[in-house]
């Protein structure tokens, strides 16, 4: 203790009471020491990172993701920087007074935005609330501006996908959404991370790797606002590629609006390579809906839409082909020279088999008839008595290598193969022979079989091109978005078959004729645009026993699907169609004006297409 | 006015060096701490604050001149003036941070209960200056200081000003057990006031109710007015042995401090300079301590004596609360950091407090 001492004049009483002050004042020292080396030695490394946490943020930077293109370099998926508006009412000192200067700035509505203040009482504290979502650029540039005097209002950068054909090419194009638990577990390697966007269904799943952007990041110091400082550290992102489809924007669009109110799904393909020029499913949904993100009520009536809008009816959808089906069992009958083309075959207007009678749609019935007539008039009774020639297992066989009850292989998720029965695959599943009673519905394309549009597509196209079976395609090029080619894609065959030189022009004489003698089933798909060959089909859904039901008198459940299945030009075709309505009624009245209206879409863009080819060849010459 | 020779000659320059050295301090620190990262300048508060100083010396130097045995017929009027000054505060004056503490007075704003200090001082100085009965003082003989004290400080509880109500209250009870107030008497004081604690709780503003409460448990409300100590303590703890350097204290420049340029400025100081400044500043205080208590030892009179102690409370209870409380020790109530904090009131008066000492320290000789 420090004695100081004392003039003899000074009071005595003071040397004890200066000596008790000093005291006081030493052990007072002695703690506010103690404190600060307690504070800053003992939990000094503590208090440093905790000052380090307080001050700098990771900012995520999503990589834009690709954009993707049709086969003319028409954009059909753009991805854009989009800015949300966010609010952290803890970060602002006067929450009220903030949002009421920002609906000054933004010339909103003060009470809209103070009441979702209210709504999101609930919500965690220092919680982003969102006030608005991809607001446009007006607003944008004025909270930037005004930033300083909105404590608490921040922005978020986000990648907006944006579907330029809405619900057009839905299925095709897919979804993005949010990642998933188990999704990010498998994904983490990849580089994503919690909150991260993902293509959920087509498209945009299947080409995810090449899509999707890198994300970069900013490490940003903030201030005790939240507002940011400086960057300290920035890892740039990386867009996405750019993918070129060989979808045809506006065939898409035709086919679409064909199936406007219908329940169905219409393919188109490259008769010479298998690539796919439009692919529609309806009900369709929108994208765009995923893109700023589905509500839980939204993605509730989706899932439970009793017409399953998320379903891809051109590759899931499993309906039994009906007529379509006899192209096959002609195919076979030729090849197997079960019959000639010119063998006739009496047809009553029923078949009796057995202890069951098979009836033609036909009452009066066909009188004799031989394959061409067969074909164009769609008997049924010829095609039950071919079928029993041909027997179940060879018409399988015939079935299979055209495509059908087989994965085609399309890059698209959850395909459906379909189902082609035979007497191996009935024991199998039953443990019972094929009966011979079984073959006629087979050979009409009823009972077990089922096939899914795109596989009808991709045999008409087989048919069309001389028997070679090309695996479905729709991406032809992957390119950086400086131009850099990373990945390309061709035609793929699966099989050649090798067929006579004469079955295919038997059948195909044949699948003209339905359409354009008059006599045929497909008389509605006639165009005078250009020379359209293809089979109608009526698929039955409810076996009508004893009685002849127009399909229009059932419940819309019990109708038949409609098919129509056709290539064009009818002498060395280029386009494959398929068209399906489900419960459509019949494929004559209901399906064949769909795909007629997908040709002439084609072909009115084809002879369109010289002429600007023309005047850009125009253009270099008068360039050079 | 004839200066003596032997004035000059016994004129305390260690005193004047650690005055002139905290100011420093003190500027510097204010600069750090209203210098705007993004906009790469300071606020004008610093440069004003050394206006301040450069009144505070004028104002020590006039404390200086005159001998303090005039201060004798000073004390009274002058805690009549800062009594009716209070008065004023109390229905002119001006608001902020929720309490009314002010005077505008145009050419600038005074902040009276700052020169209660004073006031409080000189007039129990004065009181006490006679010699005290042999056991010393009973209450009942103390009733005159009470009733001048007790209206200043209720003036001060009113505005609400919780820190300096308590701060004058220390200085009181202080300059009266030093004056002679007798030991027991100041235990029946204080146990009295152990028993009117709970009555007073409930005169406290809401607020200043929460601020003990969240000293008591500061995780109470993190974001809240826990934030104040949470952050405080951050800046503290993160300034570890070295400090972060001038300017780069984060807490202080990203605003995660609070009243970083007032209260909080021992916080700044402590996230920028480290330990060892720390204590380098503590010294400067705790030096400025021990010469004031060998200027009571050696004042030729009571008279000087007292006014030395006086200013000694002064500086011992607010520096000791302010940074007890930065540090999360005491709960935070709005106290300065003397001659470091911002604030022209709190300057000049602590200038003409170290002027007072000097007064008494340089005229230990003469007659």
Aim: charged fraction near 20%; glycine fraction near 10%; hydrophobic fraction near 45%.
């Amino acid at each position: 203790m420090l004695l100081i001492p004392f003039r003899k004049e000074v009071a005595p009483e003071f040397r004890r009471r200066t000596n008790y002050l000093m005291t006081m004042v030493s052990i007072a020292f002695l703690l506010l020491t103690g404190r600060l080396f307690f504070l800053q030695i003992i939990q000094g490394e503590r208090y440093t990172y905790l000052s380090e946490n307080n001050r700098i943020r990771l900012k995520k930077i999503p990589g834009t993701r690709g954009m993707v293109f049709d086969r003319k370099g028409q954009l059909l998926i753009d991805s854009r920087p989009s800015f949300d508006l966010l609010f952290v009412p803890e970060d602002a000192k006067e929450p009220e007074t903030t949002l009421r200067r920002l609906a000054g700035v933004l010339g909103r509505d003060e009470g809209e935005l103070l009441g979702l203040l209210e709504e999101n009482q609930g919500r965690p504290p220092f919680e982003e609330m969102v006030l608005g979502r991809d607001i446009d650029w007006r607003s944008l540039v004025a909270v930037e501006t005004h930033q300083l005097d909105l404590p608490g209002v921040t922005l978020r950068i986000r990648p907006r996908r944006s579907y330029l054909l809405n619900s057009t090419a839905a299925h095709l194009l897919g979804y993005m959404g949010e990642i998933g638990s188990k999704q990010l577990k498998a994904q983490k390697e990849k580089g994503y991370g919690m909150g991260d966007e993902m293509g959920q269904f087509g498209l945009e799943r299947r080409w995810e790797e090449f899509l999707r952007g890198r994300n970069g990041g900013q490490q940003v110091e903030v201030d005790a606002l939240g507002r940011r400082v400086r960057v300290l550290h920035e890892v740039e992102d990386v867009p996405g590629n750019s993918v070129y489809l060989t979808l045809d924007r506006d065939i898409q669009e035709t086919a679409y609006e064909a199936l406007q109110g219908k329940v169905g799904a219409i393919v188109a393909l490259e008769v010479n390579s298998g690539a796919i020029l439009a692919s529609v499913s309806t009900p369709a949904f929108d994208p765009n809906v995923f893109a700023r993100g589905v509500t839980a009520e939204e993605w509730r009536a989706l899932g439970q839409d009793r017409m399953h809008p998320l379903n891809n009816r051109a590759v899931q959808g499993q309906y039994p082909p009906g007529s379509t089906f006899k192209i096959v069992l002609a195919v076979a009958a030729l090849e197997e020279k079960v019959i000639d083309p010119e063998t006739q075959l009496q047809c009553h207007g029923s078949m009796a088999f057995g202890n069951r009678v098979f009836r033609d749609w036909k009452k009066e019935g066909h009188g004799a008839v031989d394959l061409h007539k067969g074909i164009v008039q769609s008997c049924d009774v010829y095609f039950y008595q071919l079928g029993q020639r041909i027997g179940i297992d060879r018409i399988a066989k015939y079935a299979r290598a055209l495509g059908l009850g087989e994965k085609t292989g399309i890059a698209l998720d959850d395909e459906k193969p379909g189902l082609i029965p035979d007497s191996e695959w009935k024991m199998k599943r039953f443990g019972q022979p094929w009966f011979p009673g079984e073959t006629p519905s087979a050979s009409i394309g009823q009972g077990y079989i089922t096939v899914t549009p795109l596989q009808m597509a991709n045999m008409m196209a087989t048919v069309a091109n001389g028997g070679t079976l090309y695996r479905p395609w729709f991406v032809r090029r992957v390119e950086s978005l400086d131009g850099t080619l990373i990945r390309e894609y061709g035609p793929e065959k699966i099989r050649s078959l090798e067929l006579k030189e004469n079955t295919l022009k038997h059948i195909r004489s044949a699948l003209a004729d339905v359409v354009n003698s008059g006599a045929g089933t497909g008389g509605r798909a006639k165009s005078n645009m250009v020379a359209i060959a293809g089979k109608t089909g009526t698929a039955q859904v409810a076996e009508m026993r004893g009685a002849y039901v127009k399909s229009e008198q059932l419940s819309y459940l019990l109708r038949d699907h409609a098919w129509f299945v056709a290539y064009a030009p009818a002498e060395n075709p280029v386009i494959a169609v398929a068209a399906l309505v489900e419960h459509g009624g019949h494929g004559a009245t209901a399906a064949a004006p769909m795909a007629k209206k997908v040709i002439e879409k084609y072909f009115f863009l084809q002879n369109s297409l010289p002429d600007s080819k023309q005047a850009s060849r125009q253009g270099e010459i008068r360039a050079n | 006015m004839q200066i003596d020779r032997r004035l000059v000659s016994h004129f305390d320059w260690t005193l004047l060096g650690i005055v002139l050295g905290l100011a420093l301090l003190g500027l510097l620190t204010i600069y750090s701490a209203t210098y705007s990262v993004t906009e790469r300048h300071a606020s004008g508060l610093a440069t004003k604050q050394f206006y301040w100083f450069m009144v505070g010396v004028g104002a020590m130097l006039a404390a200086i001149a005159i001998d303090y045995h005039h201060l004798d017929r000073l004390a009274y009027p002058f805690y009549g003036v800062v009594l009716f000054l209070l008065l004023l505060v109390l229905f002119v004056g001006s608001t902020g941070g929720g309490s009314q503490r002010w005077l505008n007075l145009g050419f600038f704003i005074l902040q009276p209960s700052e020169l209660a200090k004073l006031a409080i001082v000189l007039a129990l100085t004065k009181y006490l200056q006679y010699d005290e009965p042999p056991n010393g003082y009973r209450l009942r003989d103390l009733w005159v200081p009470f009733l001048f004290v007790a209206p200043l400080i209720l003036l001060t509880l009113v505005q609400p000003d919780l820190g300096t109500a308590i701060v004058l209250s220390l200085i009181f009870i202080s300059i009266m057990l030093m004056g002679g107030l007798r030991l027991r008497s100041f235990f029946y004081l204080a146990a009295t006031g152990v028993v009117l604690m709970p009555i007073a709780w409930h005169f406290l503003k809401p607020y200043q109710q929460k601020r003990i409460l969240i000293f008591l448990d500061p995780d109470l409300d993190p974001l809240g007015a826990g934030y104040h100590v949470i952050q405080s303590k951050i800046a503290v703890g993160s300034g570890r042995l070295l400090g972060k350097g001038y300017l780069h204290g984060t807490q202080n420049q990203l605003d995660f401090l609070p009243a970083q340029h007032t209260d909080f400025i021992f916080s700044v100081f402590a996230e920028e300079w480290g330990l060892l400044s720390c204590l380098f500043l503590l010294g400067l205080y705790l030096t400025l301590m021990v010469l004031s208590l060998r200027v009571v030892a050696r004042a030729k009179d009571r008279f000087g004596s007292l006014l030395v102690l006086g200013v000694l409370t002064i500086f011992f209870w607010q520096v000791t609360i302010n940074v007890a409380m930065v540090t999360g020790l005491l709960p935070v109530v709005g106290i300065p950091l003397p001659l470091l904090s911002y604030g022209g009131s709190s300057m000049v008066s602590m200038m003409v407090a170290v002027g007072l000492l000097m007064n008494v320290s340089m005229r230990r000789f003469t007659f």
